[in-house]
C-alpha cells in the first residue's frame, strides 16, 4: 500500500476514509483534519484561551500537542485524582503529563483533589455511597466541577477534552439504547457555554481511536498505556466492543453512526430543542458556580457529607 500524497511505503491504512499514508503525512493530515473540526464546529477561535483536559493518556496529549501546533492558546489542566489501583495510575499519569509539559515548554496547571478537598476521588466514593463500589460518579461530578471551577477563575474561554470518536460513539450508542433524550441532547462536538459554565469542546472526536494511537506513536509522545484501573468492564467498554465488531464487518460504520446522528440533531430531525436545565440555573452558595440542583450543587454537597462522616 502506498501513501496517496508521495507513493513512499505508507504506514497507515484508514479503510473508513480509503486513505493510506505514510507516517510524515499522517502527522500532517491529523492536525490539517482537526483545524476542519475546529471552524466546522465553531469550536473556538485563535483569539481564545483553551484549557486542555490531560489525563496522561494519548488523546489528551495528542490533542494538546495539535492545538499548539495550529497555533492555538491552549493551556494544560491535570487533575489528581488519588487513583492507585495496584499499578499507581495517578501517579504515573501525572509523570508523564508533567514531562510532556516539561519537554515541550507547554503551560501546565496541576490540581490535586485530596489536597484540595481533604479526599481523594476513591475516598469520595466510599464516603458519598455513590456508584455501587465504582467512583465513576464520583470521578465524573468531580471532574466536571473542578474543570469548570478552573477554568472560570484562571479566565479561560473554553474548555478541551480529549475524546475521540471510539468514545463519542459509545456514549451515543448507550444513550441510544436508552432514548436519554436530554443526553443525546446535549451531546455534540459543541456544549455552548451559558452563565457561569464554560463553553466545552471535543475538537478529535471524529478520529477513530486507533488513528489516536498511531499519531502519539509517530509523534513519539509517551502516554500512559494503562486505563483507569475502574474503567474495567465498565458499559462504556462493552459498548465500545459491540461497535467494534460492527466496524469490523462495515468499515465506516462507527463514524457513520455518530456523523449521521450530528446532521438529524441539527436538521432539528430528530428533536425539538426544549428549554432545558441550563434555563434555570442559579448560584450554588457554596462555590459560586451554576447549579440547577435547590440549594448546594452536587459537588458542594458530596462534600459536605465528607466532612460530615470524618467528625
Ligand atoms: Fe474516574 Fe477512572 Fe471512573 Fe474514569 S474510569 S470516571 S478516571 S474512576
Ligand atoms: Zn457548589
Redesign the pocket.
Known amino acids: 500500500m502506498k501513501c496517496r500524497k508521495c507513493g513512499e511505503k505508507a504506514s497507515i491504512h484508514m479503510r473508513q476514509h480509503k486513505l493510506a499514508l505514510c507516517k510524515d503525512h499522517f502527522l500532517e493530515w491529523i492536525p490539517e483534519q482537526t483545524e476542519r473540526f475546529i471552524k466546522k464546529y465553531r469550536m473556538f477561535t485563535r483569539g481564545e484561551k483553551i484549557l486542555v483536559a490531560v489525563s496522561g493518556g494519548k488523546d489528551s496529549l495528542s490533542l494538546w500537542d495539535i492545538l499548539v501546533r495550529l497555533g492555538y492558546q491552549a493551556d494544560g489542566l491535570y487533575l489528581g ?1 488519588g ?1 492507585d489501583g495496584g499499578i499507581e495510575y495517578s501517579h504515573e499519569s501525572q509523570r508523564l503529563t508533567e514531562k510532556f509539559a516539561r519537554e515541550n515548554n507547554f503551560k501546565l496547571h496541576v490540581v490535586d483533589i485530596e489536597r484540595e478537598y481533604g479526599h481523594s ?1 476513591p475516598m469520595l466514593a466510599e464516603i458519598s455511597h455513590r456508584g455501587y463500589g ?3 460518579a464520583v ?2 461530578l468531580a471532574k466536571r466541577h473542578e474543570m469548570n471551577r478552573i477554568a472560570r477563575d484562571l479566565g479561560y474561554d473554553v474548555l478541551a477534552t480529549g475524546h475521540n470518536l471510539d468514545d463519542e460513539a459509545a456514549v451515543l450508542f448507550g444513550n441510544a439504547l436508552h432514548w436519554s433524550s436530554e443526553y443525546l441532547l446535549r451531546q455534540g462536538p459543541v456544549l455552548p457555554e451559558s452563565d457561569g459554565l464554560a463553553r466545552k469542546v471535543k475538537p478529535l472526536c471524529r478520529f477513530y481511536e486507533r488513528e489516536m494511537t498511531a499519531y502519539a506513536l509517530a509523534r513519539g509522545i509517551e502516554y500512559i498505556y494503562d486505563e ?1 484501573p ?2 474495567e468492564g465498565s458499559q462504556q467498554i462493552y459498548y465500545k466492543e459491540a461497535l467494534n465488531q460492527l466496524e469490523t464487518a462495515r468499515p465506516g460504520t462507527k463514524l457513520t453512526f455518530y456523523i449521521k446522528f450530528l446532521e438529524a440533531k441539527q436538521s432539528g430531525e430528530l428533536f425539538v430543542e426544549k428549554e432545558t436545565d441550563r434555563k434555570n440555573l442559579h448560584t450554588c452558595p457554596g462555590c459560586g458556580q451554576a447549579t440547577s440542583a435547590p440549594g448546594l450543587c452536587s459537588f458542594c454537597r458530596m462534600l459536605e457529607k465528607a466532612k460530615a462522616e470524618a467528625k
Do not use: E, R, T, V
Request: charged share 10%; net charge positive; with cysteine.
Open positions: 485524582l487513583i476521588i465504582k467512583p465513576c470521578c465524573g483507569c475502574f474503567a
